[in-house]
T-cell receptor
Framework: KAGVTQTPRYLIKTRGQQVTLSCSPISGHRSVSWYQQTPGQGLQFLFEYFSETQRNKGNFPGRFSGRQFSNSRSEMNVSTLELGDSALYLC????????????FGPGTRLTVL | AQSVSQHNHHVILSEAASLELGCNYSYGGTVNLFWYVQYPGQHLQLLLKYFSGDPLVKGIKGFEAEFIKSKFSFNLRKPSVQWSDTAEYFCAVNAGGYQKVTFGIGTKLQVIP
């Protein structure tokens, strides 16, 4: 079974731009979660989608948004990029919401100049 | 809100030494607990998890963790580390039923041959 895939793997943007990241979960998985990983803060939960509905949201500003499609693929969008948005963005999928084990993708490394 | 504390941010051990990484969480209700590992250049992957039952949980590669409810702790142990255990280790907690996992800041383990 193919693992979680994320595209692109690397991105360089400038302040003020917007960016869209994509995540394809493991086949059959319906829950997709997004995390931001930085050296100083570790992994911070952004949001979780299940069956195209946002089930949970972390403490990030409204510039961070996401969506999930009927095939469970998910996208994350960050508008008006700031230098502090530079991070590794990780996507994780699980069969269902709740207590199922999450499987992580390789991440998208976003650099904001 | 749930939170996770990992006490050791950077640990250096010689091969064959014993390992114990501390993890404490704050949440008064039922929790699911995880340890994830990130080897250099690889995805985050699940090491072990505790949902219920025996508080001593065994994971992959000889790792184990003990859930002590009275201490809100879930420490990771390995009796004899190998050079290949060099990685970053993350403790995580999921509470409330939804897939909103809170991670600790991580502990970087360096094993010297």
């Amino acid at each position: 079974k193919a693992g979680v895939t994320q595209t692109p793997r690397y991105l360089i943007k400038t302040r003020g731009q917007q960016v869209t990241l994509s995540c394809s979960p493991i086949s059959g998985h319906r829950s997709v979660s997004w995390y931001q990983q930085t050296p100083g803060q570790g992994l911070q939960f952004l949001f979780e989608y299940f069956s195209e509905t946002q089930r949970n949201k972390g403490n990030f500003p409204g510039r961070f948004s996401g969506r999930q499609f009927s095939n469970s693929r998910s996208e994350m969008n960050v508008s008006t990029l700031e230098l502090g948005d530079s991070a590794l963005y990780l996507c994780a999928s699980s069969l269902n919401s709740g207590t199922d084990t999450q499987y992580f993708g390789p991440g998208t490394r976003l650099t904001v100049l | 809100a749930q939170s996770v504390s990992q006490h050791n941010h950077h640990v250096i051990l010689s091969e064959a030494a014993s390992l114990e990484l501390g993890c404490n969480y704050s949440y008064g209700g039922t929790v699911n607990l995880f340890w994830y590992v990130q080897y250099p250049g690889q995805h985050l992957q699940l090491l072990l998890k505790y949902f219920s039952g025996d508080p001593l949980v065994k994971g992959i590669k000889g790792f184990e963790a003990e859930f002590i409810k009275s201490k809100f702790s879930f420490n990771l142990r390995k009796p004899s580390v190998q050079w290949s255990d060099t990685a970053e280790y993350f403790c995580a907690v999921n509470a409330g039923g939804y897939q909103k996992v809170t991670f600790g800041i991580g502990t970087k383990l360096q094993v010297i041959p």
